[in-house]
């Protein structure tokens, strides 16, 4: 029987490779700054003020500046001197707050500035599954030098291509950000990688820090909320992330980013000398960490690296072998607390499924009713994605939680559902896919279900671990304890490139659960977080690194 299925894997695995190609013919070409258009832009300065807080690593109660409020100003207001128009805006900004509450109100004159960096916004042509020409959004963040600091030798550092994690809500993609956020977000944690970090200014030549990063949507949020998000089909996401990083550095230099009286793309990006380091690197958590890995993936295997001079990759808690990950969901983790057939986090296969079926060329004759039970959705959740289109009806991934715990209250729902919120596997997927999905987990012989043979072989054909060679470091974050995108993407990725490639592993950093854990990789109130650690490694910076994984 075993050597039956592995036969089997093996015929699926043959299929998928040519199941999903993308377009690459017009790569090299160089890209028409014209074809991209800037349609906004913030000065954004963070106001911090110094709190009392507990240290954890030393159990003492120490000053540390907190972030208590962000200031933006529109470029378009900022004319040629900045630093006035800034002080304009806190001015009206207090007067306003002293005017809503006088209880609330923050007193600029008794708070600091810290971080200062420039959002823009940009669209920009890529194509889609077909290889039709597609207009894609993105979000832009480099650093506001004075000429002072510039004469102080500050420098743009590197290039971030920052991938963002799983959305289900159109108001949560990067390009959105500069109009409101969230604070604990990786969009808002990666836009530090643009700034001197977190209050207290960094050293000119830390590669973390003073950066310009580009941070694209992925096709389905931003200018295309209207449109299926490809979720997993990792070489088009790749492609049109690498896309959005070709516009933003060529807008960047030839200066299109402007405000109202001069370029606030600042005059020092067009210098031979402009970036102190100048190479690439890309990052991400979640559905971020999978895509910086497929990003690295295609730029290695597309000969981009003259283009893109590139450090490595950054990848955290990310699922690079989907079927691994389906098969962890029908087993029983105690290391995690995973009870086999358990979905923490029901949307994730729905998503996965939903975005299979509308991308890849073995999925297209089949319907969600194939693969899921009605019952499964009668909760709405296909519906809920869709309707990210719709700002009153789109929810992130923790309102999805919360209705579906609402329905777990419901006499129809209580077998499928728990009251965490959490889903029964036995009652989301049809009989066929249960039973399938069972025999796959035990490795033993499958059944002759076309619909999920095609599944698999779709998922395969997205399965980072395999059919590269990687050229260039690979960084690795991820927790045990993972119950929806569980340690054995880590694992499985580790085992294969730790032979080829240098491979940086941290999995023992969090012992939470996924959302925790991403938040966990980017934001330390004390010390470094690993992202920022995994930077200075990749650029064999300071004394702080972790050392090359050795099996």
């Given amino acids: 029987m075993k050597k039956f299925y592995l036969a089997a894997i093996g015929l699926l695995v043959m299929l998928a490779v040519s199941a999903q190609n993308v377009e690459t013919a017009d790569l090299h070409q160089p890209v028409n700054v014209n074809d991209a258009v800037v349609t906004g832009g913030v000065l954004r300065t963070q106001v911090l003020r110094d709190s009392l807080m507990m240290n954890s690593e030393t159990g003492r109660m120490e000053k540390a500046p907190v972030v208590v409020d962000y200031l933006d100003v529109p470029v378009d207001e900022l004319g040629s001197k900045p630093e006035e128009a800034i002080e304009a805006a806190k001015a009206a900004r207090r007067s306003a707050m002293r005017r809503a509450s006088a209880s609330n109100w923050l007193d600029y004159g008794d708070y600091y500035s810290g971080v200062a960096y420039y959002l823009y916004t940009f669209n920009y042509p890529s194509i889609d599954k077909h290889g039709n020409r597609i207009i894609l959004s993105s979000l832009m963040a480099f650093p506001y030098f004075t000429e002072s600091n510039w004469n102080d030798g500050y420098r743009f550092n590197n290039i971030v291509i920052g991938c963002h994690c799983t959305i289900t809500s159109n108001k949560e993609c990067p390009s959105l950000y500069p109009s409101g956020g969230f604070f604990q977000s ?54 049109q992330v690498i896309d959005g990083v070709r516009y933003g550095i060529a807008l960047f230099k030839q200066g299109r980013f402007t405000g109202k009286d001069e370029s606030v793309s600042p005059q020092w990006a067009q210098r031979s000398d402009a970036f102190r380091y100048g190479k690439y690197f890309s990052i991400g958590a979640s559905q971020g960490g999978s895509v910086a890995m497929a ?28 079927v691994a990950t389906l098969k962890y969901y029908m087993k029983e983790d105690t290391g995690s607390g995973h009870e086999a057939g358990e979905l923490t986090m029901p949307v994730a296969i729905a998503l996965i499924i939903k975005g299979m079926l509308d991308t890849n060329p073995l999925m297209m004759k089949y319907k969600p009713t194939d693969f899921f039970t009605q019952l499964f959705l009668d909760t709405g959740i296909l519906t809920i994605i869709a309707d990210k289109q719709y700002p009153s009806l789109e929810m992130t991934t923790d309102d999805v939680k919360a209705h579906l715990k609402s329905l777990a209250k419901n006499e129809k729902y209580k077998n499928m559902l728990t009251s965490d919120g959490r889903a029964k596997l036995e009652y989301v997927l049809t009989d066929r896919g249960w039973d399938y999905m069972t025999k ?88 470094t977080s690993p992202d920022i650690k995994f930077i200075r490694t990749l650029f064999n910076y300071g004394d702080n690194q972790y050392p090359p994984y050795n099996n």
């Avoid at 001197?196 to 820090?209: E, L, N, Q, S, T």
């Avoid at 690795?476 to 054995?488: A, E, G, K």
């Avoid at 085992?495 to 990789?521: E, G, N, P, R, W």
């Fill in 295 to 322: 990003v690295q993936r295609f730029i290695e295997q597309n000969n981009l690296t003259e283009e893109f001079p590139f450090k490595g990759s950054i990848c955290a808690d990310g699922p690079y072998d989907p």
């Fill in 440 to 527: 796959l987990a035990k490795d033993q012989e499958l059944p002759p279900y076309e619909e999920m043979d095609d599944l698999i072989s779709a998922l395969e054909s997205n399965n980072l671990t395999k059919g590269w060679t990687p050229q260039h470091p690979i960084c690795l974050f991820h927790s045990m304890r993972d119950t929806v995108v569980p340690y054995p993407n880590c694992v499985n990725a580790r085992d294969i490139f730790h032979s080829m490639v240098t491979l940086y592993l941290l999995d023992i950093y969090t012992s939470q659960d996924h959302i925790k854990a991403c938040t966990d990789f980017m934001f330390n109130a004390w010390g």
């Fill in 186 to 239: 990786d969009v808002n944690m990666m836009q530090y990688y643009a700034s001197w970090g977190k209050g207290i200014r960094k050293a000119k030549d830390d590669p973390a820090y003073y950066n310009v990063l580009i941070m694209p949507d992925y096709e389905g949020y931003g200018v295309t909320k209207d449109r299926p998000h490809p979720y997993l089909y990792q070489e088009l996401t790749a492609r």
